[in-house]
C-alpha cells in the first residue's frame, strides 16, 4: 500500500505538471494572438508591408490611371454636355456655369493625380484611432499570470489519478483547438489586408467619377468601402479588448475544467466576432 501510495503520488505530480506546462502555452497562444492582432491592425498598408504596398502603387500608376484618365475625360465630357442640354443648348447659358464646370475639372483632376494621398489619408485617420485603442487595452491582454495559475494549481492537487488524466487530455484537446484557431486569426487579419491592397489598387478608376453627380455613386461608395475596410481594425481592436476583459479571471474559476472550457468558449467566441466585423463595419459606413 505504501508503495502504491508513492506510485500514485509520483503519477499525481508527472500528471500535474503536465497540466499545468499545457494550461502555460495555451495561454501564451492566447497572448500572443492579442498581440498580433494589436500590430497587425494598427498598421497602415504602406507600413504593414512596404514591398507589396510599393508593387501595388506602381501597377495603379501603371496599368489602372490611364484608364482612370480617359474615364474622367468622358465624365467630364458627359457633365459638360448635360451643363449645355440643361440650359437649352447655350440660350439660357449663364457664364458662371462655365466657371463651375472648370473648377469641377480641376477638382477632379487633383483628386485622380492625389489619389494615394487620399487612400493614405483615411488609412492614416483610421491608424490614429487603433493605436490609440490598442495602448489602452495592451496592458491588460497579458491573461494567465503566475498567481492565477497558481490558483489552478491549487485546485488540481486534490484530483485524483484518473481524474488528471481525464484532465491532460481534455487539455491537450483544447491546445490543438487553441491553434487551430491562432489560424483563423491568422487568416481574418491577414485577409483583411489583403482585401486593402486590391481596394487601394484600383483607387483611380471610382475616384475618376466623382466629378459627376450620377457617376459620383460609384466613388462615393468606393470611399465608404474605404472607411470601412480602414475602420474594421478598430472593431477588431474592440473584440480583442472586450476577449481580454472576459479571459482575464479564466485561470482562477471555480474548477480546472472550467478554466479550461471557459478559455476555448471565449477563444472561439473572438474567432466569430472577428470574422463579423467585416460586415458589420460595411453595414455601419452603408458601403456596399
Known amino acids: 500500500m505504501f508503495l502504491l501510495g508513492l506510485l500514485e503520488d509520483w503519477l499525481k505530480g508527472i500528471l500535474i505538471d503536465g497540466i499545468m506546462a499545457r494550461f502555460e502555452g495555451i495561454y501564451d497562444s492566447i497572448n ?22 510599393s508593387m501595388i502603387r506602381t501597377l495603379s500608376e501603371t496599368a489602372i490611371i490611364p484608364v482612370a484618365g480617359m474615364i474622367l475625360t468622358f465624365v467630364l465630357t458627359y457633365e459638360l454636355i448635360h451643363m449645355i442640354i440643361e440650359r437649352n443648348n447655350l440660350h439660357d447659358f449663364e457664364p458662371e456655369k462655365l466657371y463651375i464646370w472648370f473648377f469641377k475639372s480641376f477638382c477632379a483632376v487633383y483628386i485622380l493625380t492625389h489619389t494615394f494621398d487620399i ?21 491588460s491582454l497579458n491573461v494567465g499570470s503566475g498567481q492565477a495559475l497558481a490558483e489552478l494549481q491549487a485546485l488540481l492537487e486534490p484530483m485524483g489519478v484518473f481524474e488528471l488524466i481525464g484532465l491532460w487530455l481534455e487539455v491537450f484537446v483544447v491546445d490543438l483547438c487553441m491553434m487551430i484557431m491562432g ?6 487579419i491577414y485577409g483583411r489586408m489583403i482585401e486593402i491592397y486590391l481596394t487601394v489598387s ?28 480602414a475602420f474594421q481594425g478598430f472593431l477588431i481592436m474592440v473584440c480583442v479588448a472586450i476577449y481580454a476583459v472576459l479571459i482575464l479571471n479564466i485561470p482562477s474559476a471555480d474548477s480546472a475544467h472550467a478554466a479550461l472550457w471557459g478559455a476555448a468558449g471565449y477563444t472561439v467566441l473572438l474567432c466569430f466576432t ?10 455601419l459606413f452603408n458601403s456596399h
Do not use: H
Open 202 to 229: 484600383i483607387a483611380p478608376i471610382p475616384l475618376a467619377t466623382m466629378a459627376n453627380r450620377e457617376w459620383g455613386q460609384i466613388g462615393q461608395n468606393y470611399l465608404k468601402s474605404l472607411f470601412a475596410l
Open 274 to 283: 472577428l470574422f463579423k466585423t467585416g460586415s458589420l463595419s460595411k453595414n
Open 119 to 139: 487612400v493614405m489619408g483615411v488609412f492614416g485617420l483610421a491608424q490614429q484611432v487603433v493605436s490609440t485603442s490598442a495602448g489602452l487595452i495592451q496592458g
Open 32 to 53: 500572443a494572438q492579442g498581440g498580433d492582432v494589436a500590430v497587425n491592425v494598427g498598421a497602415s498598408p504602406a507600413g504593414w508591408n512596404p514591398g507589396v504596398f
Open 183 to 188: 489560424i483563423c486569426v491568422f487568416i481574418i
